[in-house]
T-cell receptor, first 116, second 114 residues
Framework: AQSVAQPEDQVNVAEGNPLTVKCTYS??????LFWYVQYPNRGLQFLLK??????LVKGSYGFEAEFNKSQTSFHLKKPSALVSDSALYFC??????????????FGTGTRLQVTL | EAQVTQNPRYLITVTGKKLTVTCSQN?????MSWYRQDPGLGLRQIYY???????DKGDVPEGYKVSRKEKRNFPLILESPSPNQTSLYFC?????????????FGPGTRLTVL
């Protein structure tokens, strides 16, 4: 079975400071990892993904994430937070098996609050 | 514009009154899926469809039905809704099961069952 853990329900950051939203995963095989963001009253928007290659992945709105295989982590980062980054962030993992569906397993979400 | 649409966006209903939430995508995607989002639980998959006339249960299928008669549409049916189905529902699609791409999500349907 595959699972994702987001250990923090909420992360508070001052605008201009760096932010990190944590994610760890458990999967048998090679993981495909994703970050999505959900703004109030909106659907989920794709931020970035790791499939293979460089462990540091860059995505939308200045976000990046670092894949760490030994720690089974995929933490989301941004060098300088903006108030407009305040939203709910979901980490997700996927395992593609031949003949089965592409199951996406989500973490429970982390609410990011950026204040002035 | 490539998108996934859902209707209605908001729905308040009563226990036992059958309802359907529609989902449509215009990207010719083979794979479609329904999720429900609940506080502290993240998103959980209800049903998915790998192609027309091919559907299967996700993690929380009880109380739901789906159909996939056309490639673009994947309606979610609640035959006899109950209060524990009050939730935020998302439809999503992806080109095919082997695709490494991200899933496209609809805007969500907030359902309240009284």
């Amino acid at each position: 079975a595959q699972s994702v853990a987001q250990p923090e329900d909420q992360v508070n950051v001052a605008e201009g400071n760096p932010l990190t939203v944590k994610c760890t995963y458990s999967v048998s095989g090679n993981p495909y990892l994703f970050w999505y963001v959900q703004y109030p009253n909106r659907g989920l928007q794709f931020l970035l993904k790791y499939i293979t290659g460089d462990n540091l992945v860059k995505g939308s709105y200045g976000f990046e994430a670092e894949f760490n295989k030994s720690q089974t982590s995929f933490h989301l980062k941004k060098p300088s937070a903006l108030v407009s980054d305040s939203a709910l962030y979901f980490c997700a993992v996927r395992l593609i098996n031949t003949g089965t569906a592409s199951k996406l397993t989500f973490g429970t979400g982390t609410r990011l609050q950026v204040t002035l | 514009e490539a998108q996934v649409t859902q209707n209605p966006r908001y729905l308040i209903t009563v226990t036992g009154k059958k309802l359907t939430v529609t989902c449509s995508q215009n990207m010719n995607h083979e794979y479609m899926s329904w999720y429900r989002q609940d506080p502290g639980l993240g998103l959980r998959q209800i049903y998915y469809s790998m192609n027309v006339e091919v559907t299967d249960k996700g993690d929380v299928p009880e109380g739901y039905k789906v159909s996939r008669k056309e490639k673009r549409n994947f309606p979610l049916i609640l035959e006899s809704p109950s209060p524990n189905q009050t939730s935020l529902y998302f439809c999503a699609s992806i080109r095919d099961v082997r695709s490494y791409n991200e899933q496209f999500f609809g805007p969500g349907t907030r359902l309240t069952v009284l």
